[in-house]
Nanobody
Framework: QVQLVESGGGSVQVGGSLKLSCAIS????????MAWFRQRPGHDHEREGI?????????DYTYMVKGRFTVSKDNAKNTLYLQMNNLKPEDTAIYYC?????????????????????WGRGTQVTVSS
């Protein structure tokens, strides 16, 4: 099992940047598929996957954030990051860090939250114009 704690959220203007962190603790010796999801207002509590990184460092992004967001992981610090640039009002959401013990979750085109058994509590990001 792993425990996840997000930080770094806040309010920013359109075009600004934020860097989110996710501290990972617990069973960090085993490999996990790590991901960032978000839950936007008015989207019926849907958690949409936006970025994933597997244990070898391979990355994937949805079209919504590709070219603007960068996911990375510092294994020495057991921390997952999400650098968000050129933020837009539609990026306003609660951002969640998630982990899946099934590495196949990193290679699914569905971006489903279902395979992810470990979640942080989320951090709010608000982008205003």
């Amino acid at each position: 099992q792993v425990q996840l704690v997000e930080s770094g959220g806040g309010s920013v203007q359109v075009g600004g940047s934020l860097k989110l962190s996710c501290a990972i603790s617990g069973d960090t010796d085993n490999p996990y598929c790590m991901a960032w999801f978000r839950q936007r207002p008015g989207h019926d509590h849907e958690r949409e996957g936006i970025a994933m990184i597997d244990d070898d460092g391979a990355l994937d992004y949805t079209y919504m954030v590709k070219g603007r967001f960068t996911v990375s992981k510092d294994n020495a610090k057991n921390t997952l990051y999400l650098q968000m640039n050129n933020l837009k009002p539609e990026d306003t959401a609660i951002y969640y860090c998630a982990a899946s013990a099934s590495l196949d979750a990193c290679y699914s085109a569905s971006w489903s939250p279902a395979p992810f058994g470990y979640w942080g509590r989320g951090t709010q990001v608000t982008v205003s114009s």
